[in-house]
C-alpha cells in the first residue's frame, strides 16, 4: 500500500524578508549624500526636501521621540503630564526652533539706494533664538548689525533684517558660526562698503547645566570691510551699542 508519507509535497525554499521602505529622513539623506551636499546641523536642507515631506519628517521625529522616552522609562501612555509630548517636540523641532535647516529664505524685499546713502546704519538689538549643536540647550540673546552702505548696495527693509536672523539662527550650532553664516548672508544681499555684527547670548548648557553658572554669557563680532580697516568707523559701532541692550 502506498501511503502519503512516501510521496513529500514540494519543499519551499525560506523567503526572502520583504525590505521596509525607506524612512522619509533616509530618502531625504540619500538625496543629500547622491548631491555631495553636506547636511551638518547648521546647514539648510530645504532644497532636497520634496513637497508633503516635511509632514512625515514630522511623524517620524514623534516616533523616535516616543522611543526617547520609553528608554528613560516615562510611562507616557499613562503620565498625563508627558502624554502627547512625543509630538509636541517634534512639532518644535520640525517647525519652531530648527525651522532655518528645512525651509528656504524668506522672501526679502530689496530697494535700489537712489540716495546713494553712505552713512552708517546701526540695526538692533534684534531678539534672536537658537540651540546649542552640542547639548540642544536654548540659546538666547540679542544681534546688532552696523551697514555702511554704498551706491551700488540693496538696502533691504528693516523688518527683513529681523526674518533673516530668524532663519540663520534657528538651528542647532554654535554662536561663533552663527554669527559668521549671518555675516555672510548679508554681505551677500545688500554688498556693503563694510559690515558689523555683534551678538551676545545667554546659554542654556551652561545655566541649566554642567557648571550651572546663572550669570554665563558670550559676546562676539564680526568686521568686515570699512569696519574692519577703519578704527574710528569700527568704534562710532561699538558706542551706539552702548546703553542700547533692551
Not at 540679542?142 to 532663519?167: F, M, T, Y
Not at 541649566?208 to 568707523?233: C, H, I, Q, Y
Request: net charge negative.
Amino acid at each position: 500500500m502506498l501511503r502519503t508519507a512516501d510521496f513529500p509535497g514540494p519543499v519551499f525554499r525560506d523567503e526572502a524578508p520583504a525590505t521596509a521602505a525607506p524612512s522619509v529622513s533616509e530618502r531625504i539623506r540619500a538625496r543629500l549624500l547622491q548631491a555631495g551636499q553636506r547636511h551638518h546641523a547648521n546647514d539648510n536642507i530645504s532644497e532636497w526636501i520634496r513637497e508633503g515631506e516635511l509632514d512625515e519628517l514630522q511623524a517620524e521625529v514623534r516616533d523616535r521621540m516616543q522611543a526617547v522616552l520609553d528608554a528613560l522609562v516615562i510611562d507616557a501612555a499613562n503620565d498625563h503630564n508627558t502624554n502627547g509630548t512625543a509630538e509636541r517636540v517634534a512639532r518644535m523641532f520640525v517647525t519652531e526652533v530648527f525651522r532655518g535647516r528645512y525651509v528656504p529664505m524668506p522672501a526679502v524685499t530689496e530697494f535700489p539706494n537712489t540716495s546713494r546713502l553712505n552713512q552708517l546704519m546701526v540695526v538692533g538689538p534684534i531678539s534672536v533664538r537658537s540651540a546649542c549643536s552640542h547639548h540642544l540647550c536654548p540659546i538666547m540673546g540679542k544681534v546688532w548689525i552696523g551697514i555702511l552702505p554704498n551706491e551700488h548696495s540693496n538696502l533691504i527693509g528693516l523688518s527683513k533684517h529681523a526674518r533673516i536672523c530668524d532663519w540663520i539662527l534657528s538651528r542647532p550650532q554654535i554662536q561663533e558660526e552663527a554669527v559668521m553664516m549671518l555675516a555672510d548672508e548679508l554681505e551677500r544681499r545688500v554688498k556693503p562698503d563694510g559690515l558689523a555684527l555683534v551678538m551676545s547670548s545667554d546659554h542654556f548648557c551652561m545655566r541649566w547645566r554642567g557648571v550651572k553658572d546663572p550669570e554665563a554669557s558670550m559676546t562676539n563680532s564680526v568686521m568686515r570691510g570699512a569696519f574692519l580697516n577703519d578704527a574710528a568707523l569700527r568704534r562710532e559701532f561699538l558706542s551706539l551699542l552702548s546703553g542700547r541692550d533692551d
